[in-house]
């Protein structure tokens, strides 16, 4: 194992198109990375011994702290790495609520106009966990209605992207102008996931000519650079390092929460999933941050976004 404890470690699988977000990011901040690979399907020990449970991709490590979400993971990428910024515009408070709709439902819809493409032939296995996991109880009926709505979906999609063509008519290699920014990740990974698992994806894509140029512009920007890493030596680096997370709650917390005080913390969707227990170390008007110690791990911070998320005081 490296002695490199504190480094940068991401827990990942290639296909995922919300690691895909963050990997764009890595590249526009040229960052050197380790990568552990996870798996597509629960069960996921090595990555849920780390995270209490959290059992979404992607996950990112530093040492002792695990970041879960893709919005807290680029915060802290921009917190420790801040030059390129992710946000190189005065509008960055609208940037970043734009990408709440991107990250949310723009994604949830491009997952059921994903997954509804591919009707009856998609695997037993995945359908059943990602069915549950975006659709709810009654996934089943709702891969139906999306297979049956598909040109609706198509609809739903072709609005927005119509938009973006639109804007970089004018030439701009990013959304933002010259230089790339989150919000080009966030819509990326939309663009990527629906060309490289929706069997229609090319053709559709390329009714947008300056988007597609834009699209290359994105891919060209690269992932970094990535070492492969083993989840035991991610797992030795958690346990060889003591948490650097702040500690305390911001003034005026809506839940009266408390250091100390003892949480849950999960996905604010009906995913079916196991929430994270443990004890607010920290957190304010964007994060939580929760301490837990296990044997194997020894004690970890497990920072999440607050939007998006649960916390219940147990
Ligand atoms: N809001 C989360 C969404 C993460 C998410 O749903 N990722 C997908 C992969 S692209 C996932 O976790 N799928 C189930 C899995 O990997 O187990 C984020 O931004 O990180």
């Given at each position: 194992?490296?002695?490199?404890?504190?480094?940068?470690?991401?827990?990942?699988?290639?296909?995922s198109?919300?690691?895909?977000?963050?990997?764009?990011?890595?590249?526009?901040?040229?960052l050197?990375?380790?990568?552990?690979e996870?798996?597509?399907?629960?069960?996921?020990p090595?990555l849920?011994?780390?995270?209490?449970?959290?059992?979404?991709?992607?996950?990112?490590?530093?040492?002792?702290?695990?970041?879960c979400?893709?919005?807290?993971?680029?915060?802290?990428?921009?917190?420790?790495?801040?030059?390129?910024?992710?946000?190189?515009?005065?509008?960055?408070?609208?940037?970043?609520?734009?990408?709440?709709?991107?990250?949310?439902?723009?994604?949830?819809?491009?997952?059921?106009?994903?997954?509804?493409s591919?009707?009856?032939?998609?695997?037993?296995?995945?359908?059943?966990?990602?069915?549950?996991?975006?659709?709810?109880?009654?996934?089943?009926?709702?891969?139906?209605?999306?297979?049956?709505?598909l040109?609706?979906?198509?609809?739903?999609?072709?609005?927005?992207?119509?938009?973006?063509?639109?804007?970089?008519?004018?030439?701009?290699?990013?959304?933002l102008?010259?230089?790339?920014?989150?919000?080009?990740?966030?819509?990326?990974?939309?663009?990527?996931?629906?060309?490289?698992?929706?069997?229609?994806?090319?053709?559709?894509?390329?009714?947008?000519s300056?988007?597609?140029?834009w699209?290359?512009?994105?891919?060209?920007?690269?992932?970094?650079?990535?070492?492969?890493?083993?989840?035991?030596?991610?797992?030795?680096?958690?346990r060889?390092?003591?948490p650097?997370?702040?500690?305390?709650?911001?003034e005026?917390?809506?839940?009266?929460?408390?250091?100390?005080?003892?949480?849950?913390?999960?996905?604010?969707?009906?995913?079916?999933?196991?929430?994270v227990?443990?004890?607010?170390?920290?957190?304010?008007?964007?994060?939580?941050?929760?301490?837990?110690?296990?044997?194997?791990?020894?004690?970890?911070?497990v920072?999440?976004?607050?939007?998006?998320?649960?916390?219940?005081?147990?």
């Amino acid at each position: 194992m490296t002695d490199n404890t504190d480094g940068l470690i991401f827990h990942a699988y290639p296909q995922s198109p919300v690691a895909e977000k963050v990997r764009v990011a890595f590249g526009i901040k040229g960052l050197a990375w380790r990568s552990v690979e996870i798996p597509r399907l629960p069960p996921k020990p090595m990555l849920t011994a780390l995270t209490g449970g959290y059992r979404r991709t992607p996950v990112v490590q530093f040492g002792a702290d695990i970041y879960c979400d893709s919005q807290c993971i680029l915060r802290e990428l921009d917190r420790r790495f801040p030059t390129p910024s992710l946000m190189p515009t005065a509008d960055h408070g609208l940037m970043w609520c734009l990408s709440r709709w991107t990250d949310g439902t723009l994604f949830d819809q491009t997952v059921r106009h994903v997954l509804g493409s591919v009707g009856d032939s998609l695997d037993k296995d995945f359908a059943q966990d990602r069915g549950r996991l975006y659709l709810g109880e009654n996934w089943a009926e709702g891969l139906k209605q999306a297979n049956a709505q598909l040109p609706h979906l198509v609809a739903q999609m072709r609005a927005p992207l119509s938009g973006l063509d639109a804007q970089l008519s004018d030439g701009r290699a990013f959304l933002l102008g010259d230089a790339p920014s989150s919000i080009d990740a966030q819509f990326y990974h939309i663009v990527w996931f629906l060309r490289g698992r929706w069997a229609d994806g090319p053709s559709f894509l390329s009714e947008f000519s300056d988007l597609e140029r834009w699209e290359q512009n994105v891919a060209a920007i690269g992932h970094g650079t990535s070492t492969d890493f083993s989840a035991e030596d991610a797992i030795a680096c958690a346990r060889a390092s003591e948490p650097k997370a702040d500690t305390g709650v911001a003034e005026r917390d809506p839940q009266g929460l408390e250091e100390g005080m003892s949480v849950t913390v999960s996905p604010d969707v009906d995913g079916g999933e196991q929430p994270v227990t443990g004890s607010i170390r920290f957190a304010n008007a964007d994060t939580v941050v929760i301490e837990r110690s296990a044997d194997d791990v020894g004690t970890v911070c497990v920072h999440f976004p607050r939007f998006g998320y649960r916390v219940d005081v147990v």
